[in-house]
Nanobody, 129 residues
Framework: QLQLVESGGGLVQPGGSLRLSCTAS????????IGWFRHAPGKEREGVSC????????NYSDSVKGRFTISRNNAENTVYLQMNSLKPEDTAVYYC??????????????????????WGHGTQVTVSS
């Protein structure tokens, strides 16, 4: 059974960078679209980005577009989220999730869609001076 583990979170100053990793075990990520989500205290969970397994097409929420980059390395069974120009409002617990039936529009995965059946336990990202 697919299991996901996030890593790479931490404390960073505004304007800094972090790279999150989502590493799978139990089965290959080749068959899954991966989404990154975040949950900040007092707010609803928010979709951040997603990347498909078929053609590596990707998508971002407006709040992170131009600052975050998602990528995948199937040989390492890992998906990455490079986060640059971090802001205090990026502070949250970040989760990766997997689905074999992604919601697609115009050949791009829909960020924050429902239907992700496999979730990691999350990694804390804190952006503060």
């Amino acid at each position: 059974q697919l299991q996901l583990v996030e890593s790479g979170g931490g404390l960073v100053q505004p304007g800094g960078s972090l790279r999150l990793s989502c590493t799978a075990s139990g089965t290959t990520l080749d068959f899954y679209t991966i989404g990154w989500f975040r949950h900040a205290p007092g707010k609803e969970r928010e979709g951040v980005s997603c990347i498909t397994n078929s053609d590596d097409s990707f998508n971002y929420s407006d709040s992170v577009k131009g600052r975050f980059t998602i990528s995948r390395n199937n040989a390492e069974n890992t998906v990455y989220l490079q986060m640059n120009s971090l802001k205090p409002e990026d502070t949250a617990v970040y989760y990766c999730a997997a689905t074999s039936q992604p919601l697609m529009i115009f050949r791009r995965c829909v960020v924050g869609a429902q239907g992700y059946g496999h979730w990691g336990h999350g990694t804390q990202v804190t952006v503060s001076s």
